[in-house]
């Protein structure tokens, strides 16, 4: 059977191309399980969860009588109330025990005390659960995997108070040696989840969860090993080490995102006109294209992100802040939206500030901001209207594009105030842009350079780039300090001609667009 790179559901190492876990479950069952913590993965839509689990598994069934339960074959039903909910769970664990390849004998009893024995309440189950953990010769570890399903519901808050209770008193009694559940909401704070109305709820008794630290995001040498193990079946002839790195620079190692880009080149990249060698599609540009078709196609991770913004406004607000404006915000967990935001894998920390947590997520976000706003936007529509001068022999014209975009908007906006031009400036510039690379170039805000004063954009059409630095104006010194700031990143995309696009708030102010030369680049300076 030839191995393949999967994006659905769980990743086996026997059938599918993926990264080696080794390393981590090590950690895990080194400072998590052999210590006895009850702990939770708690992480991202498709960031790898399940697999890991079903990787611990494998690599603790020699030392502990591994019980796995997935808490989506628990439907909604069954968490009307306790009695219902236990007979489900009983199923559930019982199958999970006799699938475990062990089979321990010395459960048999236990077991079908459990099966035979009508529960009503937690603490009966509870007490038989505690049986078993007693019979078994080895440690008994419970891991449930989609806790947070219907994690609402008061049946499952109790289920996690029980869990605690047993876990204050395992001094005195045996009980699961240690117990991890998987889920995106972190059950530890669960009031996210629920209406004003039910402050009763607002504490979860999980405080007594281990925090889990094990870095789950890929590193560029987890891809490269990856990808050598792909190039020793295929015979590609790709500098994995480059590729690898050019595939974290877009995803910054979100599994799922990873994951697809090495599916899309695998499969859909056979032939690719836009591509300069389709000999060998492992390369910086296939990598490009790769992203190109997942942008545009409507997978589950993007629904689930439109659906968290619909639900969460000022999650929404933020995330347009950071993108438009290039608004720092102190990262703080703390703080509702940004611990939604971690949550949810839209955010991450850097350097004490909040940012887009990878490349790809940026460009889908700009791409759907700019989608929902594009028939009201008068710029979007002169730029797609005079789309098609800015291509000239298959090249994009970035001079033009610079110059009519000034045109347009000082016909447009030229009167309105600092604040509104601060606001909204750069975005417009981005509107403009969009319909005029639709479909063939993307582009890219480097996070780098994100801030209040400057944004870099950086746009790829049909494997060229182009540098377009936003500003605002803050005088000649500012300005000089800018052109040197852009040489230096001139020099680090090996290019030798780059953009600087400037909100200039002086009444006095030049508008138009000039070309002026540093050190031995070009640099094209436009003024609205």
Not at 10 to 29: A, F, G, S, T
Not at 46 to 62: D, I, M, V
Not at 307 to 319: C, E, G, P, S
Request: proline share 2%; net charge negative; with cysteine.
């Amino acid at each position: 059977m030839r191995r393949y790179f999967n994006t659905e559901g769980q990743c086996d190492p026997e059938i599918h191309y993926m990264v080696k876990l080794d390393e981590r479950v090590d950690r895990i069952k080194l400072f998590f399980i052999d210590t006895g913590k009850y702990f939770i993965i708690n992480k991202a839509r498709q960031y790898g969860k399940t697999t890991t689990l079903y990787a611990l598994e494998e690599y603790l069934k020699r030392d502990y009588v591994i019980v796995s339960m997935d808490f989506q074959g628990i439907s909604t039903s069954e968490y009307q109330n306790e009695c219902v909910f236990i007979k489900a769970f009983k199923r559930m664990f019982i199958e999970a025990l006799e699938e475990n390849e062990l089979k321990p004998k010395e459960l048999k009893a236990a077991v079908e005390s459990l099966k035979d024995t009508e529960q009503s309440t937690l603490s009966e189950l509870f007490y038989f659960l505690s049986e078993i953990c007693k019979s078994s010769l080895q440690p008994v570890v419970m891991m449930i995997d989609e806790v947070d399903t219907v994690s609402d519901n008061q049946v499952f808050i109790d289920f996690l108070a029980m869990l605690r209770r047993d876990y204050i008193k395992r001094r005195k009694k045996t009980v699961f040696h240690s117990v991890v559940l998987a889920s995106v909401y972190d059950i530890k704070n669960l009031r996210l989840k629920f209406r004003p109305d039910e402050e009763h709820r607002y504490n979860s008794p999980w405080n007594i969860a281990a925090d889990f630290d094990i870095e789950m995001a890929f590193s560029v040498k987890q891809i490269e090993n990856m990808l050598l193990e792909y190039e020793t079946d295929n015979q590609t002839g790709m500098d994995a080490t480059e590729v690898a790195k050019e595939i974290y620079q877009y995803t910054s190692g979100y599994p799922y995102l990873v994951s697809a880009i090495c599916k899309t080149m695998d499969e859909k990249l056979t032939c690719v006109d836009t591509l300069e060698n389709s000999n060998n599609l492992w390369n910086k540009e296939g990598v490009m294209e790769a992203v190109k078709k997942i942008l545009q196609s409507n997978i589950p991770l993007f629904d689930n992100m439109i659906k968290q913004l619909d639900t969460y406004a000022d999650l929404r607000k933020m995330i347009e802040d950071i993108l438009y404006q290039g608004k720092q915000i102190s990262f703080s967990p703390a703080e509702k939206s940004i611990n939604l935001g971690l949550m949810f894998g839209f955010f991450k920390e850097k350097k004490g500030h909040v940012e887009i947590a990878n490349r790809i997520f940026e460009m889908y976000l700009l791409n759907l901001f700019i989608a929902e706003e594009s028939m009201r936007s008068d710029m979007f529509l002169y730029g797609q209207r005079g789309k098609n001068q800015f291509i000239k022999e298959h090249r994009l014209d970035m001079d033009l594009v610079l110059e009519k975009f000034v045109m347009h908007f000082t016909e447009i906006y030229g009167d309105n105030d600092e604040k509104f031009l601060e606001t909204y400036g750069r975005k417009f510039f981005l509107l403009y842009l969009k319909p005029i690379i639709n479909g063939t170039g993307n582009y890219y805000i480097e996070a780098q350079t994100l801030d209040a004063k400057r944004t870099d954009v950086i746009v790829d059409y049909l494997g060229e780039q182009f540098i377009v630095e936003l500003k605002l104006w803050h005088g000649n010194e500012y300005n000089e300090r800018g052109e040197a700031q852009l040489v230096e990143y001139l020099d680090y995309f090996h290019q030798k001609k780059g953009y600087m696009l400037s909100f200039n708030f002086n009444k006095k102010k030049k508008i138009g667009v000039r070309t002026v030369t540093v050190k031995d680049k070009i640099i094209v300076e436009a003024v609205v």
